[in-house]
């Protein structure tokens, strides 16, 4: 079980908006940046925002995140079938002296 | 372009000894933290180990599950990350990533090798 604890599914139709939370604690996500990847396993992940809301040159716009006290959510508009994969967030624990990851959670477009 | 690239994996036996490759190139090797990562079969992302820059002394990290039996190593004129991994568990098969991390604007594991499999049976 995840110190970081994500959604196991969420689920949308093309060109909704779906959103994914990350629940932490004081001494990661209240303390650090959370960071969001995509995974397709077979492949090599994806860092879709750093630093709780920074989005990397070419991913799109339609990738959002927001950080709040001890959680985080990824919000995914004008959701597309090449959508569908896992999503993680990440954040550094100072506790722990390690990065932690989500247990995951996997989109699937309706 | 900004290229990882990682070797090494194979199948070996419980308790067991196997070491991991990650050739990069594309950027100043010695500016940056490197990591390992892994995804077991039908598990998620988990991060093994962290190799910091020479400004901070190349100083390591590991995650609790590893710890006294992986170790994080690097050779900057080789630009290449290292993970020796000893006394392997049947639990540490996965499929494991070489991943870099620009401290400067906290930009952690933005770009990532294709993985090189190892299988612990």
């Keep these: 079980q995840s110190v970081l604890t994500q959604p196991p599914s969420a689920s949308g139709t093309p060109g909704q908006r779906v959103i ?6 004081s001494s990661n996500i209240g303390a650090q940046g959370v960071n969001w990847y995509q995974h397709l396993p077979g492949t090599a992940p994806k860092l879709l925002i750093y630093h709780n809301d920074q989005r990397p040159s070419g991913v799109p716009d339609r990738f959002s995140a927001s950080k709040s006290g001890t959680s985080a959510s990824l919000a995914i508009s004008g959701l597309r079938s090449e959508d569908e994969t896992d999503y993680y967030c990440a954040v550094w624990d100072g506790n722990v002296g390690g990065f932690l990851f989500g247990g995951g959670t996997k989109l699937t477009v309706l | 372009e900004v290229r990882l690239v990682e070797s090494g994996g194979g199948l070996v036996q419980p308790g067991g000894s196997l070491r991991l490759s990650c050739v990069v190139s594309g950027f100043i090797f010695s500016d940056y933290y490197v990591d390992w990562l892994r995804r077991a079969p039908g598990k998620g992302l988990e991060w093994i180990g962290r190799s910091r820059n020479r400004a901070r002394g190349y100083s390591t990290n590991y995650a609790a599950s590893v710890k006294g039996r992986f170790t994080v190593s690097r050779d900057d004129s080789r630009n290449s990350l290292y993970l020796q991994m000893n ?3 049947t639990e540490d ?8 991390t620009d401290i400067n604007i906290f930009k952690d594991f933005d770009f ?5 499999l190892v299988t612990v049976s």
């Design chain 2, 112 to 116: 990532w090798g294709q993985g090189t």
């Design chain 1, 20 to 25: 994914i939370s990350c629940s932490g604690s």
């Design chain 2, 87 to 89: 006394n392997l568990k």
């Design chain 2, 93 to 100: 098969s996965a499929m494991y990533y070489c991943a870099r």
